[in-house]
């Protein structure tokens, strides 16, 4: 059964401990009890590594429902709306840490892997037993250096970060994710970083082109190579995505939701749902 709030809020890592300083490390017990504490749904301006060691716990990201199990690794990007149900015996780490605080000491290939994390609202890797019990030792010593006093504890806690993505990353590389970039991946990014900060006033593929100084035929064949799809087709599904979660987390009225999604009326706003999502908003809703 879905429950619904009133709204979508930011939360932010000094939501979970008000001593964050762009990164917090604790029990995943922890994690989920003090997300469980807050008042409404979230969008997290922070990225999510779980380790789980034991139990199982369902994570439900933007409608889609998985289930996570010892010995799991996911990660989840900042962009991501998600709640979690996890039985009481769950036991592992939650790494949580800002983008800034990331990418301040960060070589090429380890920012690479990065944004393979944050094109995916969640992925869970596949790692060998070996590898598992490697990521385990060392968000083990990242417990212990976070709970510290040490003046130097973020750089000490960098270097960790950097050895789990290089573990990680192995496993990417063997995916067959290319970690080998181009302009355009620089591109993609920033471009899916425009519409996630103006999709709801600018709907139009001019405007990104404009703010990224290329042609929009450049944009749209950086899209199509990079993505498979056309750049409208990105900006349309950013909407989507908004209203899809706007309508299963929220008790907003349709109305609501239009408006607050940048739509001049209902009609326009429930014409462009239908055209995308095959059912109308109400309908959505009462499937869900």
């Known amino acids: 059964m879905v429950v619904r709030k009133e709204k979508l809020d930011f939360l932010k890592l000094e939501d979970i401990d008000s001593t964050s300083r762009g990164i917090v490390i604790m029990p995943i017990a922890d994690f989920l009890g003090a997300k469980a504490n807050q008042n409404t749904l979230h969008v997290r301006s922070f990225y999510s590594l779980l380790f789980v060691k034991s139990g199982e716990l369902f994570l439900v990201a933007d409608q889609n429902v998985h289930l996570v199990s010892a010995p799991d690794i996911i990660s989840i990007n900042s962009n991501c709306v998600c709640s979690f149900q996890a039985d009481s015996s769950i036991e592992g780490y939650s790494v949580l840490f800002t983008e800034s605080f990331f990418m301040e000491r960060q070589n090429t290939e380890v920012t690479n892997y990065f944004h393979f994390l944050r094109s995916r609202c969640k992925h869970t890797f596949v790692l060998s037993k070996e590898s598992v019990t490697s990521c385990l030792q060392v968000v083990s010593l990242m417990q212990s250096a976070y709970n510290s006093i ?18 990680l990353g192995r496993q990417i590389v063997v995916d067959h994710v290319a970690t080998e970039q181009d302009e355009g991946d620089d591109k993609i990014r920033n471009f899916e970083s425009l519409v996630d900060s103006h999709y709801t006033q600018q709907r139009y593929p001019s405007f990104y082109a404009a703010q990224l100084n290329i042609s929009i035929n450049y944009l749209n064949r950086i899209c199509r190579k990079k993505r498979s799809t056309s750049c409208g087709s990105i900006i349309r599904g950013r909407i989507l995505l908004e209203a899809e979660r706007l309508l299963y987390h929220t ?16 009609p326009y706003f429930s014409t462009f749902f239908k055209a995308n999502k095959g059912m109308s908003p109400e309908e959505f809703r009462k499937n869900c």
């Open 150 to 167: 040490k003046l130097s504890v973020n750089d000490e806690l960098n270097r960790y970060l950097t050895i789990l993505f290089q573990i």
């Open 251 to 266: 008790v907003k009225t349709v109305k609501e939701i239009a408006f607050e999604l940048g739509f001049e009326n209902v």
